[in-house]
């Protein structure tokens, strides 16, 4: 009667789900051990007993130690687990794997459930190959477990499943194939995903969901869903990963902020990264390439930062979409190769509604984008808005530079301190309305148009160099309202093209009186013109004109050979030419690319000389001189009789204040400069400025040194 009772309350017990008060069994049978139910006491699965088939789920108590011995099989006869509150130690070696696995006749994810570590567990499983089941390890609650140098397949919803766990290493396994993700974290901090290999998972390759602070470092992720998705979580790194083949995204974020994603290596996935609704991150440092689309920012995805990537081979760059988005910074980037996209595209079609404010304050600051179709495009429609400061990034050899269009909307732009060259279109704009201000730009060698603009209005365009652009117009404006200078004094723009005269100053340039502007204005159409057009490029720079021109540098040369110093124009020019007072012998000395170098006598440059060069380059060349800027009063010893000089200060002083302690008249009686770009001598006078970077023939009456004034 009482061994009948306790077989009715053991029945009851598993009816009930009482099977965790159940005692452990293991029941040795020919070829292996029967396992299943409570182990109470210290157990060891040792590989005379393998294979271990698991005929019911295994409860390892708190407190209580089970090890798996190296080479030992365990298999799965049903949809059974393992459940740790003690410690699970299943450490194989490299030469002999542990093997858990199903033992179906024909094997298949889900076969059997999971082992799982709970809140009191600890487990160490390292050299085991785990496969076929629901979950391959699961770890609930728990912290500090070690899962390394595992091979974990086939199984159905995860390789690795984290659950409110933290602080725990995973490192060095190979996680892959198995239909839902690689490795997975819910609501578990603080862990260390190190040195994995996870492909071919038909979910994501790593999915860190609720979780914060966690690690994902040097992991070779490829072939999967997605290869890394982090959803709601914050504060995660994410470095040094190969992230390839992915279907959707390399790293997919949702509603996840204040991560860091560097250093890693992204390539050949449908798209690089895509941010939706998730701000303050920073993606710096990587290498997204080979991509569809590299970077994606969408639904109210604010204030992250892009910095120091390098996106090359891509359809497309760095893509911000839609409305309701702000403030994210794109620096130091490189961005080329994109050759049939776009390198940074913000766009907004959107209708905004109450509250909306469109795509806007955003910054693109020292990138360098080139060989793209487009560099960087902004277009709105119905009544999106856009506002971005484009700032000191170079943009060249694209077929259109920035590209602008409107269809209803608003574009809002500052461009500041680019170079924009080597384009087909340096900047194109399409029906913009807005203010736009193109100030301090560098706008050269485009091959059609430095400027386009095409029913606009509204731009303001000023301290631009715009240098050799087109084959016979810089610059196409279709409006009569559109600014293309500042007001007087500030000026208009260097136009390389340009060839008038300065002997004028003030508002209408009817002034006697040199300004550096130029007295006519610069005319682009019949209704378009700059009309304050500088004399000098905006910069350390000049341009020298096809022929003679007359010239100084007012930079110091830390070596002055005439060869270092020409060298940002070598092959330009072929001539130059200075007169030396000292030599009464012979005043001139030449220096001729025609003449063996042993026959030029011109060896030697300095910051206190005006010299001819004679230059060769079809329409002229901008010359960029290098060297240190004078930081004190410079002297220049003059003799009787005509000196060519340079001016090397930083103001532009009248002739009396210029000649500092010189006096015009008793001193010096005649000083002239040369006009290149209209051919004409200019005779200085009492109401005229010396200029920096303008050589000049100065009359001496005496043997004396000119302090010139900085």
């Not at 130690?89 to 059997?112: L, Q, Y």
């Not at 506002?387 to 920035?402: A, K, M, P, R």
């Not at 440059?605 to 010299?611: E, I, N, S």
């Not at 001819?612 to 060297?627: D, Q």
């Amino acid at each position: 009667m009482r061994k009948r009772l306790i077989s009715i309350i053991i029945v009851g017990l598993i009816l009930s789900g009482g099977l965790l008060y159940l005692l452990h069994f293991s029941y040795p049978i020919v070829g292996g051990t029967d396992v299943g139910g409570i182990i109470s006491a210290d157990t060891t699965w040792t590989l005379a007993g393998s294979p271990y088939y698991v005929v019911s789920d295994v409860y390892v108590v708190d407190g209580v130690n089970l090890f798996i011995e190296p080479g030992v099989q365990v298999k799965f006869n049903g949809y059974y687990s393992i459940y740790v509150n003690g410690s699970l130690f299943a450490v194989g070696t490299k030469a002999k794997r542990i093997e858990i696995t199903s033992n179906m006749t024909t094997a298949a994810p889900d076969d059997w459930n999971k082992i799982q570590i709970n809140s009191t567990g600890y487990t160490e499983i390292k050299y085991c190959n785990i496969s076929y089941g629901n979950l391959g390890i699961f770890l609930y609650m728990t912290p500090n477990n070690i899962i390394t140098h595992n091979y974990i397949s086939s199984n159905e919803q995860a390789g690795i499943a984290l659950s409110s766990s933290s602080d725990n290493s995973i490192n060095n396994n190979t996680i892959s194939p198995n239909n839902g993700n690689g490795i997975y974290l819910l609501n578990s901090p603080n862990n260390h995903i190190l040195d994995n290999n996870v492909i071919s998972n038909n979910g994501n390759g790593i999915f860190i969901d609720i979780s914060s602070n966690n690690t994902v470092i040097n992991n070779n992720v490829s072939d999967n869903l997605r290869g890394i998705y982090l959803l709601s979580s914050t504060y995660n790194t994410v470095r040094y990963n190969n992230i390839t083949l992915s279907e959707n995204e390399g790293i997919s974020f949702s509603s996840a902020s204040d991560n860091n994603i560097n250093d890693n290596n992204i390539t050949n996935n449908y798209l690089g990264m895509s941010l939706i609704r998730s701000s303050n991150n920073t993606i710096g440092y990587n290498n997204i390439s080979h991509n569809d689309g590299a970077i994606g920012l969408s639904q109210s995805s604010n204030n992250n930062t892009v910095i120091s990537n390098t996106i090359i081979n891509n359809s497309a760059g760095i893509g911000i979409f839609g409305g309701n988005i702000k403030s994210n910074r794109m620096v130091l980037n490189k961005i080329f190769g994109n050759g049939g996209g776009v390198g940074i595209v913000i766009n907004d079609p959107s209708m905004p509604g109450p509250g909306s404010y469109g795509s806007v304050d955003h910054i693109i600051l020292y990138n360098i984008i080139c060989n793209n179709y487009i560099g960087i495009d902004l277009s709105v429609m119905d009544s999106g808005a856009i506002g971005v400061d484009i700032l000191s990034s170079n943009i060249y050899d694209n077929e259109i530079g920035i590209d602008f269009e409107e269809a209803g909307g608003g574009i809002q732009t500052t461009i500041i301190n680019c170079t924009i060259e080597y384009n087909d279109i340096g900047i194109k704009m399409f029906q913009i309305n807005n203010l736009n201000n193109i100030v301090g730009n560098n706008i050269s060698y485009n091959r059609d148009y430095a400027m386009y603009l095409e029913r606009s209005r509204n731009i303001q365009v000023y301290h631009n160099n715009f240098i050799k652009n087109g084959i016979t117009e810089q610059a196409y404006d279709d409006s009569d309202s559109n600014l293309w200078n500042d007001s007087y004094p500030s000026s208009g723009n260097f136009w390389s093209d340009y060839y008038g005269l300065d002997r004028y100053k003030g508002p209408e340039q009817n002034i006697p009186g040199n300004d550096g502007i130029g007295d006519s204005p610069y005319n682009i159409d019949m209704d378009s013109q700059d009309n304050y057009p500088l004399m000098f490029p905006i910069g350390p720079s000049m341009f020298l004109y096809q022929g003679w021109n007359l010239i100084s540098i007012p930079f110091i040369q830390p070596d002055m050979n005439f060869g270092e110093v020409l060298s940002p124009i070598s092959g330009s020019f072929d001539a130059a030419q200075w007169y030396n007072t000292t030599d009464d012998y012979d005043h001139w000395e030449h220096n001729s690319t025609s003449k063996p170098p042993h026959l030029n006598d011109l060896d030697a440059l300095d910051h206190t000389m005006g010299f001819w060069i004679h230059v060769t380059e079809p329409r002229g060349v901008l010359f960029e001189y290098l060297g240190e800027e004078p930081t004190q009063d410079q002297n220049i010893s003059l003799n009787v009789g005509w000196n060519m000089v340079g001016y090397p200060s930083f103001m532009n002083y009248n002739r009396t204040d210029g000649l500092s302690n010189l006096n015009f008249g008793t001193d010096v009686d005649a000083i002239w400069s040369f006009n290149a770009g209209a051919q004409m001598w200019e005779y200085i006078r009492d109401i005229d400025f010396f200029f920096n970077r303008k050589g000049y023939y100065l009359h001496s009456k005496v043997n004396e040194i000119w302090e010139v004034p900085l």
